[in-house]
């Protein structure tokens, strides 16, 4: 039986212990007419079957295929002829990657050393025993736990506590798992920053001025200097995503006011989806508008004022990219500016106020905790933003402060050093991990002064 078959029958058995439960609960009370003498709702004597039923099934389950291959693949290796077994790691790592492919089907087992296809062949005869074996331990453990609840219902069990202590365990559960999944993709790439950090100078890395992180392969080879100043890169990306801030921000925040205080609703209605169809568009789509229209533009218009501009520029790119951000600053501040009170404005009306006033002195105020997380959101998107980059300003890591150059961002060069095969023990690869490193700090920073800013205008107000 293969996991997916295996869950729908999981999924099957947990109704059907629900309706068992259910239906037991009511035949002590002697019916639906003895329900009133039940502590609980019947319902919650079969939920209390049903997960007692499914979730022990459903661990287990989830723990021998966890540990499946694993398992399998030394049984395999234990049954090798000796000259497979003495091959050197890395040949033997080959060797265990044409079983899987063969075993996968992604190779044909005529292409492959008979020893691999006689390999695939035990690998998938072991498997076959262990998905019997699985299906049937799962089966026993969820009759197990519906015939133990089923037992133990009587009038006074407290169904409704058990049901909302084991949701409260798993609802736990899925926190930690949300908390450790964070804490190990930032230990992760903490780890793999000091290695960058062991072989190459962190003030090298923060504070120089030259990008260059091809290593050299051979002691004559040229053109590879090995140079990790990130600064070019931190540059380009503050510069492209200021410029898309100075595009996204007022737009949006001026199309939220007017969608929320001064547009009819026949207008919303129409305006609105359309403004947030924005935030749906691929981003390569971006990326070729930026490439086949905003940037020959900007190249004509550069040339009529007797600029020079590049044919990648940090300008396209910034403005392409303000037009994508839109949306999550425009919805998110709508969504607040409706969400005050209507009371507040009577209140302002009441004084004398006129609209634009009591927009500005009363409705954007209490709204400003919501726009300020929108327009971090935006800061975030642009600045973890690749494709646009990629397409429309280049991979050129250049020191500069004109937008009509092309420039590069942290995010693009994470994607250029992380393409193709890698070595881990490589600072060419590694630097990868110290500029995602750099951006997780940054990040957090803008979280701390969002939620300082939050804090300080919201006291104010209230």
Known sequence: MTPSLLLVAIL???????WIGKNRALSVVGGARGARNLHSLPGHYGLLTALWCGLPALVVAGLWVAFQDAILVRLVASHLPPE?????????????NDLRNVVAGNIAADQVAPSTAAAAADYLRLRGI???SLAALVFVVALVGLLVVRSRIRPDLR???????LLEGMLFLCSCIAVLTTLGIVLSVLFEALRFFSIVSPFEFLAGTQWSPQ?????????SSGAFGAVPLFAGTLLISFIAMLVAV??????AIYLAEYSPIAVRRIVKPLLEVLAGVPTVVYGFFAVVTVGPTLRVWGEALGLEVAGESALAAGLVMGIMIIPFVSSLADDMITAVPQSLRDGAYALGATRSETIKQVVLRAALPGIVGGVLLAISRAIGET?????????????TANPLEAVTTV???IVTLLVGDQEFDSPKTLAAFALGLVLFVVTLLLNIVALYVVRKYREQYE
């Open 250 to 255: 007022p737009v949006g925040l001026f199309s």
């Open 387 to 399: 494709m646009i980059v990629v397409m429309a300003a280049g991979l050129a890591a250049n020191l």
């Open 12 to 18: 099957a058995m947990s109704v059907a212990a629900f």
């Open 411 to 413: 995010t693009v060069q």
């Open 130 to 132: 262990a998905r019997l």
């Open 215 to 223: 290593i050299a392969i051979r002691a004559d080879q040229v053109g």
């Open 84 to 96: 497979v077994t003495a091959l050197p790691p890395a040949q033997f790592g080959l060797f265990l």
């Open 159 to 165: 169904a409704r506590n058990s049901v909302e202590r």
